[in-house]
């Protein structure tokens, strides 16, 4: 390991947090011309990474660590972007324009002209005892998908906590390893915060016939183990699973803890509006560590996981920052790989109040299209990429694709989108 | 390493290294050529990574996949025989030099 870096002892741009979000809002700003010096402050010990093919493609081992890079040292150097990793920075001090200065773990600080927070979040853990026995896992950062790697290639019966996106991306590589795989949810179906029942249908269908067990509207009560070795899974009525291997996708917690000491307004996530200011117009913030308005319902506020919304509130931070207009809103939209299936959603289904579905005679597809108050809102796509690539486009267009007509699988919804009433 | 020729929307030019075996897309992202956005990082989700490939490398960078082909159908730019989704084609020896046009909308 190399000697930590020094810090400078000032720059124009602290961004704190070397993700997704972080090294947008630093790259934008100098595709933006923004002259200033930018520090990149990460607590991983890795150069920035991307997550989505942690519990894909990286688990499966069908990529390696090198395809995981954002970017490229020479990009960070050429772009004149400081990067420090293995620096987590503990406490923060501003002035009411939002300068001020920070101080790493271990004692080093730097004065800024501009902060930006881009911290994240971390995997939720479960309240329950066993939680912490060797064998369990969550999935969250490169270390954590290295160490469940090594465990899948030593397993045999594996016991997936949580039925969401991370859960069943899990279960899915380890059913294709061949082992023993068993799901436990809480909910009665798949992705119930935020799919419709038909797509959760259709998960499950796919999922059972790789042969993945699920156990559905179950809590789990604890986690048994052995010598610090995991060893079953306890249910609420008292059944235990076998496993030498427990993943848990439970969900993310973002990392609010700075924010609420420099008493930004927290509510989960912090709050920012659509140019990524909080509640302090000096300071800024993106991506998984933030919620911001609801599209649909006034009053709410969503926090959205997901590499467009990071990249898109960094551009909007960086935007404010560089004091150029905002760039134009986007299209919210996430995809999954689960096996052959390719999912691939687009706007924000909550505060649907109708769907209609469309299926192929295959049985191999589906998309559910959300409605609200009569407008296209949101779709999920499995293997159905023209139906996404569509709705997307509307979507950014701000128009609909009537109901009825959508229904019919055969025909292409890109011929169907007409202007919102 | 082999070279990947890169002319951007802007009017640029990038002659960027590639690994054999990591794509197109990935050469260009990392360092940061302007025009691919490549949001999905890969995952042939995203259509953001769209460019024409220069006619003398047409036939090495192989046939377009089945679900690359829908995709492309809905690119945001204009799909013509050049049209690629650069996170589809590994680099080999074999396309050292392939030269590429990013597509002027993703
Ligand atoms: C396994 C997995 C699969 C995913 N799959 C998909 C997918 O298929 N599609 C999709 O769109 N999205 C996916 N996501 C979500 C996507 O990766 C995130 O939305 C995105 O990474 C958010 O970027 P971010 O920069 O906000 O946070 P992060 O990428 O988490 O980066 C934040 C960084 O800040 C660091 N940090 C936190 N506190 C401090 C501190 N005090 N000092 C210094 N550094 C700090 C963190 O350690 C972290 O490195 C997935 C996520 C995971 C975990
Ligand atoms: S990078 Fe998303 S489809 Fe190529």
């Known amino acids: ?421 | 390493m082999p070279k990947i020729v890169f002319n951007s929307p802007d009017g640029s030019q990038h002659v960027v290294e590639a690994r054999n075996g990591s794509s197109i897309m990935e050469a260009g992202t990392r360092a940061g050529v302007p025009g691919i956005v490549a949001e999905c990082g890969g995952a042939l989700a995203c259509a953001t990574c769209h460019v024409y490939v220069a006619d003398p490398f047409r036939d090495a960078v192989g046939e377009v996949g089945d679900f690359e082909d829908e995709m492309l159908d809905d690119a945001e730019a204009e799909r013509t025989a050049a049209s690629r989704l650069s996170c589809q084609i590994p680099m080999t020896d074999e396309l050292d030099g392939v030269e590429v046009t990013v597509a002027p909308e993703q």
């Open chain 1, 1 to 421: 390991m190399s000697e930590p870096q020094n810090l400078p002892a000032r720059t124009g741009v602290l961004v704190v947090g070397a993700g997704e979000a972080g090294v947008r809002v630093a790259a934008s700003l100098r595709e933006l011309g923004h002259d200033e010096p930018i520090l990149l402050l990460g607590d991983e010990p890795h150069p920035p990474y991307q997550r989505p093919p942690l519990s894909k493609a990286f688990l499966d081992g069908t990529t390696d660590h090198d395809t995981l890079a954002l970017r490229t040292p020479d990009f960070f150097r050429e772009a004149r972007i400081e990067v420090r990793t293995g620096r987590p920075v503990a406490d923060l001090e501003i002035d009411d324009s939002g300068a001020g200065s920070a101080r790493c773990a271990g004692g080093d600080t730097v004065a800024f002209d501009h902060l930006v927070l881009a911290t994240g979040a971390r995997a939720r853990t479960l309240p329950i005892g066993g939680a912490d026995l060797d064998g369990v896992c969550t999935l969250r950062s490169l270390h954590d998908a290295e160490t469940l790697r090594a465990r899948l290639a030593r397993a045999h019966r594996v016991v997936v906590l949580g039925a969401g996106y991370i859960g069943l991306e899990a279960a899915a590589v380890a059913s294709a390893r061949g082992l023993d795989t068993t799901v436990v949810e809480r909910e009665n179906r798949l992705l119930s915060r935020v799919s419709a029942a038909p797509l959760s249908e259709f998960l499950l269908d796919r999922h059972r016939a790789w042969g993945v067990r699920f156990e559905l509207d179950t809590e789990v009560r604890e986690i048994v183990g052995d010598s610090g070795r995991v060893q079953a899974v306890k249910l609420a009525d008292g059944r235990e699973l076998p496993a030498d291997l427990v993943v848990v996708g439970v969900g993310a917690v973002p990392g609010t803890e700075l924010a609420e000491k420099l008493g930004l307004e927290v509510r989960r996530g912090i709050v920012v509006d659509t140019a990524g200011r909080t509640s302090h117009r000096g300071v800024f913030a993106a991506g998984d560590c933030t919620v911001l308005p609801h599209p649909h319902l006034s009053d709410e506020l969503l926090g959205v996981e997901s590499v467009q919304n990071a990249n898109d509130q960094a551009r909007a931070v960086a935007a404010a920052v560089a004091g150029v207009a905002p760039p134009p809103p986007a299209v919210p939209w996430f995809w999954s790989d689960q096996r052959d299936l390719k999912l691939q959603i687009a706007g924000i289904s909550s505060g649907h109040d109708s769907y209609v579905v469309r299926s192929s005679s295959s049985g191999n597809d589906v998309t559910v299209l959300y409605y609200r108050e009569g407008a296209l809102i949101a779709s999920e796509s499995v293997n159905r990429p023209k139906d996404f690539m569509a709705v997307k486009r509307a979507l950014g267009k701000d128009r609909t694709i009537p109901p009825t007509a959508a229904a019919d699988p055969d025909t292409l919804l890109k011929d169907l989108i007409i202007d919102r009433t």
